[in-house]
């Protein structure tokens, strides 16, 4: 996928698995604590979670790019883990809504790899 970048292509594959498990330990955490707790952008709730849980599928996708069939399975499992997670916090809610938007982005995020490559791959010719 990254054969533009082959020079620095293991770089960018750490950094890129750094980010995703950061991001997935940061949306648990954002998640988990008490709602007063949990910083706000001014941004619909929505857009908030779209934005994390796409770019989170975006990192994973890049720093596991033969794997995307199997991390999106995972990035599912794991939106609906969050949700459920958040049953027993007093303040906090698991809502299909939220599951919905976060899973559709991060599915999102890792088809945006998935096309990256193949336009990629187009344009050099493989």
Same mark, same amino acid.
């Given at each position: 996928?990254?054969?533009?970048?082959?020079?620095?292509?293991?770089?960018?594959?750490?950094?890129?698995?750094?980010?995703?498990?950061?991001?997935?330990? %940061?949306?648990?955490?954002?998640?988990?604590?008490?709602?007063?707790?949990?910083?706000? /952008?001014?941004?619909?709730?929505?857009?908030?979670?779209?934005?994390?849980?796409?770019?989170? &599928?975006?990192?994973?996708?890049?720093?596991?790019?033969?794997?995307?069939? %199997?991390?999106?399975?995972? %990035?599912?499992?794991?939106?609906?883990?969050?949700?459920?997670?958040? %049953?027993?916090?007093? &303040?906090?809610?698991?809502?299909?809504?939220?599951?919905?938007?976060?899973?559709?982005?991060?599915?999102?995020?890792?088809?945006?790899?998935?096309?990256?490559?193949? /336009?990629?791959?187009?344009?050099? &010719?493989?």
């Amino acid at each position: 996928m990254l054969g533009i970048f082959q020079p620095h292509r293991p770089r960018i594959i750490q950094a890129s698995r750094f980010v995703a498990w950061v991001l997935a330990a %940061l949306i648990v955490v954002l998640s988990l604590v008490p709602a007063a707790l949990r910083p706000e /952008t001014g941004a619909p709730h929505d857009v908030e979670h779209f934005a994390i849980f796409a770019a989170t &599928g975006l990192a994973f996708g890049l720093g596991y790019e033969r794997r995307h069939g %199997l991390i999106g399975v995972l %990035l599912v499992i794991f939106a609906a883990a969050v949700e459920c997670a958040q %049953l027993p916090i007093p &303040g906090r809610h698991a809502r299909l809504s939220d599951f919905i938007v976060d899973a559709l982005a991060m599915c999102v995020g890792l088809f945006a790899v998935s096309i990256g490559a193949r /336009t990629l791959a187009r344009a050099n &010719g493989r």
